[in-house]
């Protein structure tokens, strides 16, 4: 079982800023597509950013020039800038991976990886 491990979330004031990172296991050979999404109490999860091999992105409009997504040198890492944080960007916050291909006593394929979730409070 393959499972991503994400830290950074906490307790901010609004117009603050957070930093997220999502780390998967060094068993992972590559990853096509990662991304965080996020979810807020009685509300379904919804996509916030995404980025590629190639570093093309995607952002949800609610947090476009507030957000930043990365990924390290070896694309196994993630990582997501907020700043000019609001309320309502309050919800747990999951990394996904996407198309992982794993290495370990032979070769495993996975369609979508999931952390388990960081929280992210934004007091007003």
């Known amino acids: 079982q ?23 296991p060094g068993s992972v050979f590559s990853i096509n597509t990662m991304g965080w999404y996020r979810q807020a109490p009685g509300m379904q999860r919804e996509l916030v950013a995404a980025i590629t091999t190639g570093g093309s992105t995607d952002y949800a409009d609610s947090v476009q020039g507030r957000f930043t997504i990365s990924r390290d040198g ?5 990582y997501l800038q907020m700043n000019s944080l609001k309320p309502e960007d309050t919800a747990v916050y999951y990394c996904n991976a996407h198309e992982v291909v794993v290495r370990g006593g032979g070769w495993s394929t996975y369609l979508d990886v999931w952390g388990q979730g960081t929280p992210v409070t934004v007091s007003s």
Do not use: K, P, Y
């Open 2 to 24: 393959v499972q991503l491990v994400e830290s950074g979330g906490g307790l901010v004031q609004a117009g603050g800023s957070l930093r997220l990172s999502c780390a998967a």
């Open 74 to 78: 070896a694309g196994n890492t993630a």
